[in-house]
């Protein structure tokens, strides 16, 4: 059974505090979209897509409750509360697209003389339902690449503790699974904050899928013993041309896919492509501070005035990578042609963003 | 200034127990052999080289104090402490080396009616000085191997706590260092223990050497911008084909290392180099504890239930290593060759084994 990691509930938004996982599952409920902003900024909510929901029912806690203040008020503190919420991360565009979204059905409504709070709060649960559409489409597409009995390996967290519904690469590996066509998966542990180890393996023993946790650098020891038919990844920002910032350590498991001849697969909604970031290149890597490395858990792991460098993500060339799994079906080579075409086709039905 | 992390010091074996580092430096001393084995299973010593230094002296404990004993039941003591010692690790050939020359020692001494005791001393001792000018050769050969103002980037430890004297690949890194060619250091952590945050980057912060700690995912990214010009690795066993068993992770960097035209360098003491091994398929490695990975620091960060798999080693193919630098010389592809000359030339001095 997956898990609503972010939901709205009665004038609040009621979240599960991630960085307690594996120990204790604690959910926290708030009506203050500053507490969600700094709940993203800390990882208690992480995962790009899932981002993107939090932001949009977080500008949904600012704007309610305000039927004394004038709308210019209102409208101040409705952007106050975008801007606020666009500085927490700066890699994942989901972020950028959610609160485009919000802003452009503010702006709407305000125009048309509507009730302003009303409709940004439909539209952040019209953005939650979206993100869970996606990830069912991007399952059912991703599935299908998955050969009968296969290995697969994963990185950080892509499930339901990282995007509406099942999740992206996990979400996939998981439609994959129910379909009889996976018999392991490998998950990295993914240092420095270990998602692989606290989530993931999480995720995979709920679900009772056979896995195995294995440190970072141990990935060139099961992909070379043939161990591994594919190797899936989500994304926090895709370039036009392809090229994919996710988590650090995915351009490493793209070489290693590359030298052992296993596909390299990144599952990601079409909302994760930047059209306004031509190559990987101009993607900004968000870099975290140093103690995320020298200290695990809150014990010092590494002699004090060690010099770090930390950056959260890391970008991985379009021509390692064998598919983008999206939404809206599978790009191959050359990505850059594939995704502009995605890009230009009108979304499937009103009212989603894609 | 370089330390002697295992010593001889009046009848007994003092050590430095690197598991307690970088938060203590806790010295101990034995005089029991079994303590040394111990100390070696639970990688309070550790490091190829290290190993088979610490595994001598640990049989001139055995051998010791045994005046009131007969020969008989000495050379059984003797037998059963070498046969404990050579049980606590499979990988590392250091090990079986050094075993090797003791037993060879020993039964010269008891043939020829000497004092067993003392000439296996003698013998643990020499192996002690051996390794610490093999160190110094590699040194000197593998610094020539830098380039000017070169970044480096190194994984696990193979310093003065790994080695006899400087070490082996940190130990020509040091000398680079002096000879002004090295600007940076870059150490990868190197889990699942950590021996790259804990050890190398104590290492190198009191040699003043500029170093920089990454996670081991991160080190696709500091060569993809071009920010490493060498990678300097050490070993554990290396096959007589040049197939190199090291820290796991290293068949990674030698991946990444061929990708982004990065030169490969292995260095160990050509005893780490074993002629009854012929491929690295042939070489046994070590599956560690699944709570190393489960655990960090005493604390749980995998949900229980969570399988592992936790190689200790990994074996990187010939092919991607540019050199390997021993004690005799630098091996060049084909190393098979390379390493096979070097093992049928005579050692350049009497007394050491190599």
Not at 34 to 40: D, L, T
Not at 169 to 176: K, N
């Amino acid at each position: 059974v997956s898990i609503r990691a972010v939901e709205w509930t009665e004038g609040k938004v009621r979240f599960l505090d991630q960085t307690k996982l594996p120990g204790e599952e604690v959910w926290r409920e708030t009506d203050d979209h500053r507490v969600v902003a700094e709940a993203i900024r800390r990882l208690e909510i992480r995962g790009a897509p899932l981002i993107g929901i939090a932001a949009g029912m977080a500008v949904a806690l600012a704007a309610q409750g305000r039927s004394a203040a004038s709308a210019a008020d209102t409208d101040t503190a409705i952007a106050a509360a975008i801007a606020h919420l666009q500085a927490t991360r700066p890699t994942a565009v989901n972020l950028t697209y959610a609160l485009d979204r919000i802003r452009e059905r503010h702006a709407h409504a305000r125009a048309a003389g509507r009730d302003v709070a009303r409709e940004i709060l439909e539209e952040a649960l019209l953005i939650a339902r979206d993100e869970e559409a996606a990830s069912a489409r991007i399952a059912a597409y991703g599935a299908e690449l998955i050969p009968d009995g296969a290995c697969v390996l994963t990185h950080c967290n892509t499930g339901s503790l990282a995007a509406g519904g099942e999740g992206t690469a996990l979400g996939i590996i998981r439609a994959a699974h129910r379909a009889g066509r996976v018999r392991r998966v490998y998950a990295t542990e993914t240092r420095p904050l270990l998602q692989g180890a606290r989530l993931t393996m999480w995720e995979l023993l709920r679900a009772g899928i056979d896995a195995v946790l294995i440190t970072d650098g141990t990935a060139a020891t099961v992909m070379a013993r043939g161990e591994v038919q594919a190797v899936l990844v989500g994304a926090d920002r895709i370039a036009a041309n392809g090229d994919t910032a996710n988590k650090v350590g995915t351009h490493m498991l793209a070489v290693l896919a590359g030298r052992f001849g296993v596909p390299m697969i990144v599952a990601a909604p079409l909302s994760t492509v930047d059209a306004a970031t031509p190559r990987g290149a101009d993607i900004p890597i968000e870099e975290r501070q140093p103690d995320e490395v020298t200290h695990i858990q809150g014990v010092r792991v590494a002699p004090a005035g060690a010099r770090v460098f930390a950056p959260a993500f890391d970008v991985t060339p379009a021509e390692l990578i064998t598919a983008i799994v999206t939404d809206r079906g599978v790009s191959r080579h050359p990505h850059a042609e594939a995704l502009a075409a995605m890009l230009r086709t009108p979304a499937p039905r009103p009212g989603g963003g894609r």
